[in-house]
């Protein structure tokens, strides 16, 4: 059974920085390509960032991107995300997510192409 757990989220004042991480286990996670998420209340929930099996490709939602960064370490199992300058609008609860046999097609990462959630971990950005 597939087990995605979050951990780091927060509390912190804008222009601060957070450290997601996931611990994966019963997969075997560099089959994997793996995402980030989230969703804030009233709003379907979004792609943040994605990462191959490999750790060698990284995608980012336009919002994110030049803030955050998302790595892998396969011999840890283990899924991170660095937030950076972080600002209200990042606000929400961010969801891992793993994707088997999946591949992006033009940086599109679709939350059906995904075969395991977390339960979500909450971010708050507030001064």
């Known amino acids: 059974q597939v087990q995605l757990v979050e951990s780091g989220g927060g509390s912190v004042h804008p222009g601060g920085s957070l450290r997601l991480s996931c611990a994966a286990s019963?997969?075997?996670?560099?089959?994997?390509?793996m995402a980030w998420f989230r969703r804030t209340p009233g709003k379907e929930r979004e792609f943040v960032a994605g990462?191959?099996?490999?750790?060698?490709?990284?995608f980012y939602a336009d919002s994110v991107k030049g803030r955050y960064a998302i790595s892998r370490d396969n011999t840890k199992n283990t899924l991170y995300l660095e937030m950076n300058n972080l600002n209200v609008e990042d606000t929400a609860v961010y969801y891992c997510a793993a994707a088997r046999d999946f591949t992006a097609v033009g940086g599109i990462w679709p939350s059906t192409a995904m075969n395991s959630w977390g339960k979500g971990i909450q971010v708050t950005v507030s001064s």
């Open positions: 990462i191959n099996r490999r750790g060698s490709l990284q």
């Open positions: 019963g997969l075997t996670f560099n089959t994997y390509s």
